[in-house]
């Protein structure tokens, strides 16, 4: 790969497309889902608020799950097949827990007044089972889907840790999102969230090494170890401003975004550090992306409608957030 | 059972509840449309009483429209998953053509739809009135956009057109032939008339239940006569591309033809079977009740016409039992459209299209009638995709050479757990559409105050 022609570049585009869907979905449906999850700590006023402060949003959230797996499976069929084959169940099980949360929005509202308590505690328990199928998923396919005691350890530490990260990100939008009471309570929620997810990052960011040799030899190198530190770094940061911000008054007035902004920033540098890890494989140790990529043909027509639309979709989705923007009313159909 | 069994079991339990919903949503949208369009009329010409009926209309639909869109969301990304889980060959073999058709979808119409949905549903009010009815365009296009691009590919999957096979891989020659394929125009038509009638008899049946219990006077009339019309217009129009469309089959995927119609033996003058029993095993049928000539008659227009037999295709047709039936469905509920239809409209034609002057069995007819849309379409699904086996790319790429390797008792184990959720699924989304039917003033009570502010501003202008 010295002399990269734009054929042998276009999997690496579509591989960045590809993660960037990803990292999209994840930070969007990431504070869905951690709504979703604290809605049995709410009271049924305040359910009404919650849902409203996502309800505009979600759809078109999910929809970069889709464009995600859409890339996987058009741009790298091979991959697609082999992923979706090693993680068969978790993504019934996630499917499941999407499908039950998805109807759960249109549900609660319409059914009889009895019955809005069962779709509420669906919502939340389809929240869950996602984000947890989510971080299983995620601890697999990081770890090149080893087999052994300490490749399932890691993926259960991952599979409790992410919906964590969901959770603190979804209080962080409700702080954002909302006033008064509900948001106070938006704050306890995220402090205790905080203190976990922390556990989860340094506990993850610890053992990555310790099941990937791949991943070690990456990071544990002279002189890249001193430029990547500066991702841990940045992280910790952004979590200890959020912890400090937390204690403030100004995260209930004026500063009420900031919290919300720097998970972003958060959910960001991991995401970097793990495409750092796994690149130029697209199933570490085993696919790389050239070699599971489609024709350089089918990629360059997908290219072209990725180039006219992923703007046009940018520019409509940010349309929507500041049709939507400000803290969140009664939402009505109208 | 084996996995190829399960898999496809699997993936047909999902495409069946799949499809139940973007058949809604697909012309719901542009019924929505014309529901705000019809209100903005009545508004600016003054008619108060008539305005109000069509804004209850708009309103109570588009949330039996957020409902419908929601499930058809939640199901599709399932099935976006399962084109990986199920059939990782097919994108390894095909992926150069359906890769880019789904890319599209998604790309095109999928976001499409999505981002202007959460305008559509909760920014009315938010945005101007141009800005909403633009977002109400975008969603009812994105659906329909979307239609397209899914029906291209599935109409390349039945006639492959436009490809050249280079060293086992399959490559485009041209898109325009990939996408324009022969059985697309016929499909596509097919389906958007399919998805109107379903619709057309969801809101007749709807309205009728709602006459029948006293209830929603302002908004029944309207929708039922919106509903009724669009049935009686339409189903004429769609036996005639019905038609065009088995012609086509004929031409291009003889075995499927044979299948529907149980024919054996190539032969002349094949008569039209109004029942029997095709048995795979003995090659021959059960119990027939025929017609003479007329199956020759109908699909060759000459009464001598040769119909190509199912044992001219050795092990490369479809089953015929299943297909027979399930395209005899789809015809019988086609005519009882018709029946249903033509009666209706003339009957609420000479009751000056008020209701609760038809005769109760009529409407309890009509009520009976709400989900017959589902039924056609569903059945005539089925003969459309078990008529393609055993291929999943017709003539090239067989089914059972693409599937996964997962082991059947996992197929098994998540193909229950569907089919559970999909039932109780289907359960509540017709007991709450009933519920919304019998109790429209408490689901539109909430944004009364938020509607009659906005109008107060001059919002109908």
Known sequence: MNLMGFDAALPVIFMALMGVSMLVYVVSDGYDLGVGMLMHRATDAEKDVMVASIGPFWDANETWLVLGVGILLVAFPKAHGLVLGELYLPVALMLVGLTLRGVAFDFRVKARDTHKKTWDRLFFAGSMLASVSQGWMLGRYVSGFGTGWNYTLFAAAIAAALPMAYVLMGAAWLIMKTEGALQERAVQWARTAWAPMIGGLVLISMATPWVSATVRERWFALPEIIALSAIPLMSGVALLAVAGLLRTRAVRGPLCWLPFALLIVVFVLGFLGLAYSIYPYVVIDQLTIWQAASSPAALKVIGIGACISVPAIAGYTVFSYRVFRGKTGELTYA | MDALILARMQFAANITFHILFPTISIALAWVLLFFRLRWRRASQRGDAARAQGWLDAYRFWTKVFALSFALGVVSGITMS???????????????????????????????????????????????????????????????????????????????????????????????????????????????????????????????????????????????????LTLAAVLIPVQIFVGDMHGLNTLKHQPAKIAAMEGVWNTERGVPLLLFAIPDAKERRNHYEIAVPKLASLILTHEADGEIRGLNDFPDAHPPPLPMFFAFRIMVGVGVLMLAVSWLGCWMLRRAKWQPQQLPRLLLWGFAAMTFSGWVATVAGWYVTEIGRQPFIVYGLVRTADVVSAVPSPMIGLTLALYVTLYLALIVAYVTVLKYMAEKPDAVLATEAGAITARIAKGGAA
């Open chain 2, 81 to 227: 998953f399962q084109f990986g889980t199920n059939w990782p060959g097919f994108m390894e073999k095909v992926g150069n053509i359906a890769g880019p058709l789904l890319g599209y979808e998604v790309l095109t119409a999928f976001f499409l739809e999505a981002g202007f949905l959460g305008v559509m549903l909760f920014g009315h009010g938010k945005v101007g009135e141009r800005v909403h009815l633009m977002s109400t365009f975008l969603v009812a296009f994105g659906t329909t956009l979307s239609a397209f691009w899914i029906l291209a590919l599935n109409s390349w999957m039945q006639t492959p057109a436009g490809h050249e096979i280079v060293g086992g891989e399959y490559h485009v020659r041209s898109w325009l032939a990939v996408i324009f394929n022969p059985s697309f125009p016929y499909r596509f038509a097919h389906m958007l008339l399919a998805s109107a009638l379903t619709c057309a008899f969801l809101l007749t049946g709807l309205s009728a239940w709602q006459v029948l219990r006293g209830v929603g006077r302002r908004s029944a009339a309207p929708v039922m006569r919106t509903g």
